[in-house]
């Protein structure tokens, strides 16, 4: 019994005791952006953990005035030194309209983008 024990524990060992501790994408992205100075954006809707993590307020485009509610309206819009946290997907929608930007940080799932 005792060595049934063993083997199953040593087997599940990594399972209780992780060997590596991940962060999720959002946490990861929201602290990089708390180094920049510029307008925040975000382009999902994760606002009260993006504020707790970057420790700087933020602005949703979902809540914005009309001409801003979108990753691509933001771009068209006069507004100059800004930084949106948004998903790597959604910079598609840029290219295909080629507009440009710059990547300020990057993860798995998440990009901090800026005019360039």
Same mark, same amino acid.
């Given at each position: 019994?005792?060595?049934?024990?063993?083997?199953?524990?040593?087997?599940?060992?990594?399972?209780?005791?992780?060997?590596?501790?991940?962060?999720?994408?959002?946490?990861?992205?929201?602290?990089?952006?708390?180094?920049?100075?510029?307008?925040?954006?975000?382009?999902?809707?994760?606002?009260?953990?993006?504020?707790?993590?970057s420790?700087?307020?933020?602005?949703? +485009?979902?809540?914005?005035?009309?001409?801003?509610?979108t990753?691509?309206?933001l771009?068209?819009?006069?507004?100059? &030194?800004?930084?949106?946290?948004?998903?790597?997907?959604?910079? &598609?929608?840029?290219?295909?309209?080629?507009?440009?930007?710059?990547?300020?940080? +990057? &993860?798995?799932?998440?990009?901090?983008?800026?005019?360039?």
């Amino acid at each position: 019994f005792v060595y049934i024990a063993f083997v199953q524990l040593r087997i599940f060992q990594t399972e209780v005791f992780p060997m590596t501790r991940s962060t999720p994408d959002d946490v990861d992205i929201s602290r990089k952006a708390g180094v920049f100075t510029d307008e925040l954006y975000l382009d999902d809707d994760y606002l009260p953990l993006a504020v707790f993590y970057s420790g700087r307020f933020m602005k949703q +485009l979902a809540y914005e005035p009309e001409g801003k509610k979108t990753l691509v309206e933001l771009y068209r819009s006069d507004e100059q &030194n800004f930084k949106v946290i948004t998903r790597i997907s959604s910079l &598609n929608n840029l290219r295909v309209e080629k507009i440009p930007y710059r990547i300020y940080g +990057l &993860n798995n799932s998440f990009a901090i983008v800026g005019r360039k």
